[in-house]
C-alpha cells in the first residue's frame, strides 16, 4: 500500500488550515490529479486507502480533504465552508505541485457522492470530470426517505446541519436546500459526469436509487429522461423495466452487471448489481479517458485486472 502524507492546506473562506491526506504521483511531469471525498459519517481519517492505491498505480496525485469532517454539524454537510475547501484543496495540489491542469477529477460515493455532485455544481470550472457513486442528491428528499427507518440517523444528522427538520422550519427547509446537489446541478452541463448506483441500494443501504436517477433527470435532454412511473418501479421493485434494460456490458464492472445505461449530454447514469457500493476500478477507468478540451470518452471500459480485495459496500 502507498504511503500517505497527513497535512494541512490554506482554505481561503475562513484563513483556516484544513487537514488531508495526501500522495503525490512520481517524477516531474505534470500528472492528473484526483480529490477524493469521503463518506456521509466519516471523516478524511476513514477511506482514503480506497483511492491511494490505485492512483499509485496510475501515477496521480491525489488530496482526500476533511471538508469540515462528517456531516452532521453545520460546518460540514455541504455547507459553504466544506464546498470552498473541496476546491481549495485542488487549488493547493496545483500551485504546489506538477498537476496537470486538463485532468483534475472529483470522485466520492455515498455521502462523498453528494459532495461530488455538489462542488460539480457550485465549482464546475475547476474539473475534467467527475464520478458520483450512490450519491444524495436531494437533502430534503432523503430526510424524508430516512424517518422512521432504520436510517433515521441521517435525518437527525441532516436536522443537526440544518438547524432543525426542513419539513417543520422555514430556515432549516432553505438550508437543506442550499446543501442539496439538485439545486446547481444543472451548472455542470459543461463537462463529463459520470453517476453510478447499485440497484438495490435504498433496500439493503440507505440512498434510494431515485437520488442518483433525479441528478441525471436534471442533465438529460427531454427525450433521455427517466419518466417517474419508471423511476417508481425501479426504487420499488429493485428492478429496470424491460424497456430500459441495457443490452450489453461494461468489461470495467466486472461480475457486476450493468442493468440500465443511459448517456445523454454531459451526463451518464449507471444502475448495477450492487447496494450501497462505489467500485473504485470503473470509476478510475472511466476518469482517466476524459481531458479538458477533447469530446468526453462513454465507451465501455476495460476489464478488471485483479480482483480487488475486500468490500465495495461504503461506510456510512
Not at 481549495?88 to 500551485?95: E, H, L, S, T, Y
Not at 486538463?102 to 470530470?129: K, Q
Not at 473504485?280 to 485486472?305: C, I, N, V, Y
Request: one cysteine or more; a negative charge; proline letters at 6%.
Amino acid at each position: 500500500m502507498p504511503s500517505l502524507e497527513k497535512i494541512t492546506y490554506p482554505c481561503s473562506i475562513d484563513s483556516s488550515f484544513q487537514p488531508a491526506f495526501q500522495l503525490l504521483a512520481a517524477g516531474s511531469s505534470p500528472s492528473p490529479l484526483l480529490v477524493a471525498l469521503h463518506t456521509w459519517s466519516c471523516t478524511f481519517e476513514t477511506g482514503a486507502e480506497r483511492y491511494a492505491q490505485l492512483c499509485h498505480e496510475k501515477n496521480w496525485h491525489l488530496i482526500y480533504p476533511n471538508f469540515r469532517g462528517a456531516n452532521n454539524t453545520p460546518a460540514g454537510c455541504g455547507s459553504d465552508l466544506a464546498v470552498a475547501d473541496i476546491a481549495d484543496a485542488a487549488i493547493f495540489m496545483q500551485k504546489n505541485f506538477a498537476v496537470d491542469s486538463s485532468r483534475i477529477y472529483l470522485s466520492g460515493g455515498s455521502g462523498g457522492g453528494h459532495a461530488t455532485l455538489l462542488v460539480a455544481g457550485r465549482r464546475p470550472e475547476i474539473w475534467a470530470a467527475a464520478s458520483a457513486w450512490c450519491p444524495i442528491s436531494d437533502v430534503v428528499a432523503w430526510h424524508r426517505e430516512c424517518l422512521n427507518t432504520r436510517y433515521h440517523i441521517y435525518a437527525e444528522h441532516i436536522e443537526l446541519a440544518c438547524g432543525g427538520d426542513p419539513m417543520d422550519t422555514a430556515s432549516a427547509f432553505k438550508e437543506a436546500q442550499k446543501r442539496s446537489p439538485l439545486t446547481y446541478i444543472q451548472n455542470a452541463s459543461g463537462f463529463p459526469l459520470d453517476i453510478s448506483a447499485g440497484i438495490h441500494d435504498g433496500h439493503t443501504g440507505s440512498v434510494p436509487v431515485s437520488q442518483a436517477i433525479n441528478a441525471y433527470n436534471l442533465l438529460a435532454a427531454p427525450e433521455d429522461k427517466i419518466s417517474r412511473g419508471d423511476i417508481d418501479h425501479i426504487v420499488l421493485h429493485e428492478q429496470v423495466p424491460e424497456h430500459l434494460l441495457w443490452q450489453d456490458q461494461d468489461p470495467a464492472f466486472g461480475k457486476y452487471k450493468v442493468y440500465l445505461r443511459k448517456q445523454s449530454r454531459m451526463v451518464r447514469l449507471s444502475l448495477f448489481e450492487g447496494g450501497h457500493d462505489m467500485l473504485s476500478w470503473p470509476a478510475f477507468d472511466w476518469l482517466e479517458r476524459q481531458q479538458k478540451g477533447q469530446a468526453p470518452d462513454w465507451t465501455s471500459g476495460k476489464p478488471w485486472l485483479q480482483e480487488p480485495s475486500g468490500t465495495n459496500e461504503l461506510g456510512r
